[in-house]
């Protein structure tokens, strides 16, 4: 079994957290700015799909959905590549392929006359920038694992999810002010540009060996890691809401533009990071899930209930501290069932039942914002959150069949 991956030299099991964080910087920083490119859309492609371009809501929420059904498609992909030919070689290739999705939005600009190609277009760059996606975290999570041991992979998940959301809560305004001065033009540059900056970051890392020296089915590591998985998915539900729906809601309800609504997202979710990401791997990652997707479910009745923007940011925060522990939670339960070799698969495995759940939420609610109103997206998401408090209680009473080595 390869010891970089089990049991990398220099990253013992009861090594200090602030050697670890350090180790994880460089990684950290390059899934921040990685994902400024997602960020920065969050507020802006919904308004260009519904204002510019003139779509209806079940069209946005296809157009969002899309990079999400891409990144499940791909996960196998990613993962399997990132096992045979090392994490920093997906990386490097997910980083390439979300800046070419920036010159496809660019090209959809000059069918602006042409509503339904500059979709369709549009779409095309949903897709490179989902494979782009599929390959950074899967390669990164695999990466950072593999630097600090399996024993750390709550922490992992921790810090890589803070990186993400914290690009969201900062990407969004940013991408406000950016298409303000520069319409949706300027957005597109900067995805175009803002990945090839993460390159340079990740110059440093120590590359790790290649795992793995065959392909692993993926059917068998997501059947390793599809309770937690289903946990994830219908956690995620809050999170697909707010980011697909809640720049329309905001609309809707005269508040002014959503971008801190994104921003409280953001801060929610990074500071139960850095004040809780040790708990999962502490006392066990479904306890801390049970919490947290109740939490979540609240937050997202709040937004449901609020009739003024404070409590939607109220709402909008209290779910993103639950799902910030959530997805660790439910995913240091997926690593303790995962076949060591093929971890970053597993992690792909484990990250594509998000990918389910995005890709089928958006389109869903969009029908169901068309049919009804658009709040009412958010108490169907809370339902569906509570429901993943029963995963957590099942995996609290069950054994991982395949524990990765702690």
């Known amino acids: ?135 950074l975290v899967t390669g990164v999570i695999g990466w950072g694992i593999g630097l600090v041991g399996p024993q750390n992979a709550g922490r992992v998940m921790a810090w890589i999810g803070t990186a993400i959301y914290g690009a969201y809560a900062v990407g969004a305004p940013l991408g406000v002010i950016l298409s303000a001065r520069s319409g949706f033009g300027g957005i597109a540059a900067a995805v175009l540009v803002i990945p090839l900056l993460a390159m340079a970051v990740i110059s440093r890392v120590p ?73 999962p791997d502490k006392i066990g990652g479904a306890k801390v899930a049970l919490v947290c997707v109740l939490l979540e479910a609240v937050g997202l009745l709040l937004i449901w209930q609020a009739d003024t923007a404070s409590a939607a940011y109220l709402g909008t925060a209290l779910t993103a501290f639950g799902y910030s522990l959530a997805f660790p939670g439910f995913g240091v339960e997926a690593v303790r069932r995962a076949p060591p070799q093929a971890r970053s698969l597993a992690m792909g495995a484990y990250v594509a039942f998000l990918d389910i759940s995005l890709g089928i939420v958006s389109p869903v609610a969009g029908a169901l914002a068309k049919a009804y109103t658009v709040d009412a997206v958010y108490l169907a998401g809370a339902v569906m959150v509570a429901l993943s408090a029963l995963v957590a209680l099942a995996l609290l009473v069950s054994k991982p069949q395949a524990a990765a080595p702690r």
């Open 207 to 279: 590359a790790l060996p290649p795992s793995a020296q065959r392909r692993t089915p993926f059917y068998t590591v997501l059947a390793a890691v599809s309770g937690p998985g289903l946990g994830l998915a219908l956690c995620s539900v809050g999170f697909g809401v707010i980011t697909a729906f809640i720049s329309l809601l905001f609309v809707a309800k005269r508040w002014g533009d959503a971008s801190f609504a994104f921003t409280a997202f953001g801060i929610a979710f990074i500071g139960a990071r850095i004040f809780f990401s040790h708990l």
């Open 1 to 135: 079994m390869n010891r970089s991956i089990d049991a990398p030299s220099g990253a013992p099991a009861g090594q200090p957290g602030t050697t670890l964080f350090l180790r994880l910087l460089p990684l950290t920083l390059t899934v921040f700015v990685g994902f400024l490119t997602i960020g920065i859309q969050l507020p802006v492609l919904p308004l260009h799909l519904h204002g510019t371009l003139g779509m209806d809501e079940l069209v946005v929420g296809l157009v969002i959905g899309s990079q999400f059904a891409a990144a499940l498609l791909s996960r196998a992909w990613a993962g399997n590549l990132a096992d045979l030919r090392g994490t920093q070689r997906a990386v490097r290739l997910g980083l390439a392929l979300a800046a070419s999705s920036g010159l496809v939005y660019l090209l959809s600009l000059a069918f602006l006359d042409r509503p339904s190609a500059s979709v369709w277009i549009l779409v095309a760059g949903r897709l490179l920038l989902a494979l782009g996606e599929s390959l």
